[in-house]
């Protein structure tokens, strides 16, 4: 039976007949698939991204593309059992192939979430609120952010092939951006395999993503200032890409994300009779032993108090000992290979390196015997551990990097020594601290967040529902300084943000609010004859405004507001103590100024709006006396159709509602936003 032909998906087919290099199974050695020979015109991948996706992309909104990635998301979930398959060659076990491949679905699942409840309907962000920059309130200034209108190169290794693709592709297609990924040849064969069921599920616009199976070749030559490029892999590769000659002439922006020797601190207030102890080394081990230790994220350098280190190591060592290795399809077995005979040759060469200056605490003498037929032929490097005694004196410790399951113990005295150990990785996407003491914690984390993308303090408390020291989350921000390659992926809406183009922008409050299609204040605003919350989603214009009646506060509203609420603060009761302050009289309760505003703008009889879930940006802005009047003026500021619908097929939309409550001297007493639900016709 024939070696397969991978293939690459360009300009909206599947290329590739002639089989070229040849991938081997991490597991037994044999052969599983093999490149195509083909050379990609990368001048038609580059077009087909610009006249076909780029459209595509833009014919829908933000709104419309979280719910593409969501059923997106889902489809891969129902499929998974085709990747499981698939990833079992690239030496990973069940749980290692669950974080690549559920977590990458997972993570199209949180982009959807955050695309539908963050971002707006159209295509365009305001980041507000618009300021003014005149005196008279006719000049204001805001900052938008659009699609960029180029495409995004996605570059990424070999350990993740499913969430390496999608963790990229997910924020930049919700950016608007078609994407050219290009996975690590080594594991191809799996990206390759859920970019078939992408392809299958019909879900993307074409032209969303293509394939790139081998070498880029000229791509990142027929870039331009609209593009963008991001890599995952080593440190010496992402510095010769950041130079490419047309990157930097067109001032292409380039993220890198890279391999960096994080570390664990075990803090001197803990002793091995605590929890946290234990905590550490379970951490330590288990990060070097998930996905074989082949993680950007893995803890390279276990950094613990001099005095513990014997502990430490005698632990590790009995942990360790426990960790079956050996083909992942075998009964027990918790630790696969690495994914590729080349990166064992890698992973060999560089451990005898860092063993030039270090003890060898656990490794391959200790009974080393990979479990399961053939292993004999595959790329099983055993669970090491080395100890630098002194490692303020040792380089190697600091630099080399053995991408597989190795790490190094080193000691300290004091807290100042632990955290000059930690900065001489020179950067590193994740670090973690154990401690009891929160006076360790607010000491350190400080310290050390200037050099890590990530911190975990990891205590008892948090050990419950902590996601560990190596699991980038969707919500928080992957990358670091230095040597991690200075790059920022993640964190929620920000990674979509880093794909949009921001702009200053200029003008009246009225062009702004035509713009931004976001009520600005001082914009014209529309009083309707009919109230807007008699208005379904469809009819409701940005801007549609209601100016109330007015209501005077008497001493009565204050005493029953009070009774109501049972707050009796001294300066709604107490009139001698009250005229003591700089308000020099007794005032209202911001929350009974709050609900008579209200009472003022609701349209009580049953209409399209259907709830109020919150409120934004609330300020307080001057007190309001017994005497004073108030008025309200309601105005509809934005509209997001999240394309959703009730349990009665009724489509409804979000309508925020801008809120200025002003006295009788005209002046503002009171700023917020309402959230409200709003039905659309039936």
């Known amino acids: 039976m024939s070696t397969p032909v991978l293939q690459s998906y360009i300009g909206g087919r599947w290329l590739g007949a002639e089989g070229a290099q040849t991938l081997r199974s991490a597991v037994n050695g044999k052969p599983v698939y093999r490149t195509h020979a083909e050379a990609i015109d990368f001048a038609e991948a ?29 489809y891969l979930n129902e499929h998974k059992e085709q990747l499981y398959a698939v990833s079992a060659h690239t030496g990973a076990t069940r749980a290692d192939s669950w974080i690549d491949i559920e977590g990458g679905a997972g993570t199209l699942f949180a982009y959807a979430s955050m695309g539908s409840n963050e971002l707006p309907s159209g295509n365009l962000v305001h980041e507000g609120p618009a300021m003014p920059l005149g005196k008279k309130g006719g000049f204001a200034g805001t900052h938008i952010l659009v699609p960029r209108g180029g495409l995004a190169v996605h570059i990424n290794a070999f350990n993740f092939p499913v969430w390496g693709l999608l963790e990229k592709f997910a924020p930049s297609f919700l950016a608007g951006m078609p994407c050219i990924g290009k996975p690590a040849t080594a594991t191809s064969y799996l990206t390759e395999a859920a970019m078939r069921l992408i392809v299958q599920s019909g879900i993307l616009p074409e032209g969303s993503l293509q394939l790139v199976i081998g070498s880029t070749g000229d791509l990142l030559d027929r870039l331009g200032g609209a593009d963008v490029v991001t890599f995952t892999g080593s440190a010496d590769t992402a510095a010769k890409l950041r130079v490419h000659p047309n990157l930097i002439r067109h001032s292409v922006p380039f993220n890198a994300e890279a391999d960096s020797l994080n570390c664990a601190i075990l803090a001197p207030d803990v002793t091995p009779d605590d929890e946290e102890f234990e905590l550490f080394v379970k951490e330590v081990a288990r990060e070097m032993t998930v996905k074989a230790g082949q993680k950007c994220t893995a803890i390279r350098r ?125 950067g590193s996407l994740v670090g973690t601290l154990v401690t009891r003491d929160p006076a360790i914690a607010a000491r350190v984390i400080p310290v050390a967040a200037a050099l890590h993308g990530r911190l975990l303090v990891l205590d008892r408390e948090a050990a419950h529902e902590s996601t560990g020291h190596g699991s980038p989350l969707p919500s928080l921000k992957h990358g670091g300084p230095g040597r991690a390659g200075g790059g920022e992926e993640l964190g929620g809406v920000r990674a979509v943000k880093h794909y949009l183009q921001r702009a200053a922008v200029q003008g009246s409050p009225t062009m702004l609010a035509a713009i931004t299609g976001e009520h600005v204040r001082g914009a014209r605003v529309t009083d309707t004859p009919q109230h807007p919350f008699r208005k379904h989603f469809e009819d409701l214009q940005v801007g549609d405004s209601l100016l109330t009646h007015r209501r ?96 009665k097929g009724v489509g409804q939309g979000v309508v925020a509602w801008d809120v200025e409550v002003k006295n009788q001297h005209d002046e503002l007493v009171a700023s917020y936003d309402i959230l409200t639900l709003v039905a659309k016709k039936g």
Do not use: W
Request: aromatic share 8%; glycine share 10%.
């Open 552 to 647: 005077t506060v008497t001493e009565a509203d204050i005493v029953n507001f009070g009774g109501v609420s049972g707050d009796y603060f001294y300066m709604h009761f107490d009139e001698i103590a009250a005229k003591e302050t700089q308000f020099g009289q007794r005032i209202a309760h911001g929350y009974f100024v709050l609900s008579a505003a209200a009472g003022l703008f609701v349209s009580p009889a049953p209409g399209p709006v259907l709830a109020n879930y919150g409120l934004d940006t609330l300020r307080f802005v001057k007190p309001v006396a017994i005497g004073d009047t108030i008025q309200a003026r309601l105005t509809a500021k934005r509209k997001i159709d999240r394309n959703k619908t009730d349990d």
């Open 302 to 426: 276990a950094i613990v108090p001099h005095d513990r280190i014997d502990a430490v190591a005698e632990a590790l060592r009995q942990r360790l000992a426990r960790i079956t290795v050996g083909d992942p399809s075998v009964e027990g077995v918790r630790m696969g290979a690495l994914a590729s005979h080349a990166q064992f040759d890698d992973v060999r060469e560089r451990v005898a390196m860092l063993r030039e200056g270090a003890e060898l605490v656990y490794g391959a003498a200790d009974g080393f015997q990979p479990m399961g037929e053939g292993t004999a032929e595959g790329a099983f490097f055993a669970p090491t551990l080395l100890l630098a005694r002194d490692a303020l004196k040792n380089t190697a410790v600091h630099d080399i990097e053995a991408f597989g399951p190795v790490s190094t113990l080193m000691g300290y005295d004091g807290v100042d020594e632990a955290l000059a150990l930690a900065a001489r990785g020179s």
């Open 46 to 74: 580059v077009e087909h991204a610009r006249r076909v996706g780029l459209p595509n992309l833009l014919q829908l909104d933000f709104q419309q593309r979280a719910q593409r990635l969501k059923a997106l998301a889902k």
